[in-house]
């Protein structure tokens, strides 16, 4: 039996690391790093507070880790940089990647965003390798990680995936317009997507994270691809 991956997960009292606790339940080790205290621990879970601004917590945190899911931000599409994206967005990024480098992690996921590319219109169902299009500074700093991962994976043979999230609150209750594009993503596909980037084999990837829809304003065909992705819900999946 292999050993049990041990991951780090920053943002690890935010709403998506709640996703994949809820979803993964013991299949990983997972250290919970955070500026605000983690709740209800499970005993394969440990917390450490964490400032993500700080590149000697970050090391320390990244002690004997397989992989780092970085998901720490800023995510508002209105936040101010100098407030706070060159802290959080600008310098957190770079500092995930480099502790990452520094403590021999094999892998970093670094969570972007479909702010990387929202200029393009509502009907393109883009794929991975279009240019970035950002809307706003947020997007921005996106596209700032994007490249950080190009950078890490190319010189210092660190793997590196990238996600560009949708919304993850798709809602199996509600009723939503297949022909509208969407770019939602259920909790399960969210948990799923992180998983089949903790294993994948892949030195470098920007995928979508987005659920199977009719019309998807993010093309999934090659996280499929790449990673395996099944989606489990999603306009299409509705009869």
């Not at 709640?18 to 205290?37: E, F, K, S």
């Not at 970093?108 to 500074?137: K, M, Q, R």
């Not at 030195?203 to 990673?227: M, N, P």
Request: net charge negative.
């Amino acid at each position: 039996m292999s050993e049990q991956k041990h991951i780090l997960i920053t943002g690890g009292a935010g709403f998506v690391a709640g996703m994949l606790r809820q979803y993964w339940g013991a299949t990983y080790r997972l250290r919970l790093a955070d500026v605000n205290p983690v709740k209800n621990l499970a005993d394969h879970e440990e917390f450490v507070q964490m400032d993500i601004t700080n590149l000697d917590e970050f090391q320390a945190a990244c002690q004997g880790i397989h992989t780092v899911i970085h998901l720490a931000a800023d995510r508002s599409p209105r936040a101010d940089f100098y407030e706070t994206l060159l802290d959080l967005n600008i310098i957190g990024a770079y500092n995930a990647f480099h502790a990452a480098h520094l403590c021999g992690c094999k892998r970093i996921v670094f969570a972007s965003s479909v702010n990387a590319v929202l200029g393009y219109p509502g009907d393109s169902s883009i794929e991975w390798d279009v240019p970035v299009f950002p809307t706003n500074v947020y997007g921005a700093t996106k596209c700032w990680g994007e490249a950080l991962a190009r950078v890490y994976s190319e010189t210092h043979e660190l793997s590196c995936i990238c996600i560009r999230l949708g919304g993850p609150r798709w809602n199996a209750d509600e009723i939503y317009d297949p022909d509208k594009p969407s770019m939602l993503i259920s909790p399960r596909d969210t948990a799923q997507l992180f998983q089949k980037c903790v294993e994948a084999d892949t030195g470098f990837a920007i995928v979508h994270g987005v659920s199977d829809h009719k019309k998807s304003y993010l093309g999934i065909d090659a996280t499929r691809e790449v990673l395996g992705y099944t989606p489990q819900d999603g306009t299409a999946k509705r009869r």
